[in-house]
């Protein structure tokens, strides 16, 4: 099995790179295991508590079961990813099977601060788009599929999602084999990425 890790900030891209990725391959052949589904729990908290919570800090993901689970998916055998509620800031009652894959990429921001994981990526991404780009995508979103409003984005970008970028984030992509602008429109960086994986499949 091949595992891909995909990092970069919020509103860099990482889903459309996954997007095109996928494109070239079966769908029996891979699986995508977003980051977002491992925040921590926080059914102990009450909604007013969870909206103070850095969703950007690498303490706010439970980690330890990602591990697992990449090791079980490893292993041969199928995991239940959690399903998370970005209205509700905390997992719901369902999980979504994965089953084992050729390929199996992770996407999340800050995937490749996690030493564990990192070394358990056969090739490592960094998806890169210029920090106003990253926020319009993220005002956007937020507002259209999130149910947020204008000045809860602006406050947590100024707040939080800022300094956790600088702080977190962009420093990992020195760990990354492959960084993937998205600024502008590209098809080489993923046609590059889709013939190593061809390579290394074969
Ligand atoms: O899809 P993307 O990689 O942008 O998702 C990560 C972002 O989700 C983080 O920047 C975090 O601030 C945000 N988030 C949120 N509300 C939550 C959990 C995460 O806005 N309850």
Known sequence: MLIIG?????????TTVVRQ??????NEEVDVISQDSYYQDTSHLSMGERKKINFDH???????LLVAHLKELKAGN????????????????????IHPRKVIIVE???????TDIREMFDIKIFVHADSDERMIRRLKRDINERGRDLNEVLWRYQTTLKPMHQQFIEPTKEFADIIIPTN?????????????????LA
């Open 108 to 114: 999340g921001i800050l995937i490749l601060t996690h």
């Open 21 to 26: 990725i996928m494109d070239e391959m079966k």
């Open 184 to 200: 502008r429109h590209n098809t080489v960086a993923v046609d590059i990425v889709q013939t190593i994986i061809k390579d290394r």
């Open 6 to 14: 995909i990092a970069g900030g919020t509103g860099s891209g990482k």
């Open 58 to 64: 690498p303490k706010s993901i439970d980690f330890d």
């Open 78 to 97: 199928s995991i239940e990813e959690p399903v998370y509620s970005f209205q509700e800031h905390n997992r719901t009652k369902e999980t979504r099977t």
